[in-house]
């Protein structure tokens, strides 16, 4: 059986920052996992169940909340360079992305007994912002800007310019 993938150098190379972006952010987000007692007690691992928040903006807006818009920024940004997107399908796997960290979180806290990382609804909330941030900030910002650009200084825009605005 023979394979014939066609992909352009320009595809291929978001398609592997992609790759390595969703890397460091399942390690940002998983990793570490303490599974030993000695860790717990040496580390001050919190109980699963106590530690949980189902109460939308409950603590209202913080730092965390923050790390948790742009972590899924760069979702939104490059979703769109390797597949087809629009704003509802960034919404779905922006709210995917959310809850598959935090199932995650939870799934390791309750092998572990113990978690040091908070199952919380804000996380899912501010993960699927970001990630709608990111897109509207590629569709609106940037395609104005590309667009003020070529006429402006007429410009003939390169393989990747074009990429980029025809996605």
């Known amino acids: 059986m023979k394979f014939k993938f066609k992909k352009s150098f320009t595809y291929i190379l978001f398609f592997t920052i ?15 996992i303490y599974i030993d007692d ?9 109980n699963v169940w106590k530690e949980m928040n189902f109460i939308p903006l409950r603590d209202g ?5 923050f790390y948790n818009i742009l972590m899924t920024v760069p979702l939104g940004l490059g979703l769109p360079f390797i597949t087809k997107a629009s704003f509802k399908k960034i919404f779905f796997v922006g709210l995917f992305a959310g809850i598959l960290f935090e199932t995650g979180q939870l799934l390791s806290a309750l092998y572990a007994g113990y978690t040091f990382r908070f199952v919380d609804i804000d996380d899912v909330i501010f993960n699927l912002s970001g990630a709608l941030i990111g897109y509207l900030i ?6 104005f800007i590309f667009n003020f650009c070529v006429k402006k200084f007429n410009l003939k825009p390169n393989a990747i310019i074009n990429h980029i605005h025809n996605t």
Request: hydrophobic content about 45%; charged content about 15%; proline content about 3%.
């Open 18 to 32: 992609m790759y390595i972006y969703f890397c460091n952010v399942i390690n940002l987000t998983q990793f570490p």
């Open 38 to 46: 000695d860790q717990r007690k040496a580390f001050g691992g919190q």
């Open 61 to 65: 807006f913080s730092m965390t909340s």
């Open 138 to 143: 590629l569709f609106k910002l940037f395609k």
